[in-house]
């Protein structure tokens, strides 16, 4: 797990392979508390069923209710934007994780 503060929150980032219905890529959630135990603040990732990630990627929801999540996923070092992709009538992160995936465990 990986320490995280965003939009006021702090916590950590934790990892689910095959954590959606359908494909393979990883569901990462952003867990947070006072004293734990951690409570889930955000899904981080969002699931495009139209886009497969490699394994060093994920697809970051970064609008609604997750405005900055993917700036605040790239000040803390954590992952990269590469590309963003469409959904509906707004755009998804494509992330390049710059951490080992097994750190978010």
Partial sequence: ??????????GILKAHPGGYLTGDAYAIEFRGGPD????????VTVN???????E?????KSWS???????ALENAGIAKTIRKI?????????????????EFY
Avoid: Q, S
């Avoid at 797990?1 to 702090?10: D, K, Q, S, T, V």
């Avoid at 469409?86 to 097994?102: D, N, Q, Y």
């Fill in 1 to 10: 797990m990986i320490p995280f503060e965003w939009n006021g929150y702090r």
């Fill in 36 to 43: 734990g135990p951690y409570e889930r603040i955000a899904m």
């Fill in 48 to 54: 495009i069923e139209t886009y497969v990630p490699r």
């Fill in 56 to 60: 060093d990627e994920i697809v970051v």
């Fill in 65 to 71: 209710e997750n405005a900055g999540m993917a700036e």
């Fill in 86 to 102: 469409p959904t509906g009538f707004t755009e998804a992160h494509v992330m390049r994780l710059l951490k080992p995936i097994e």
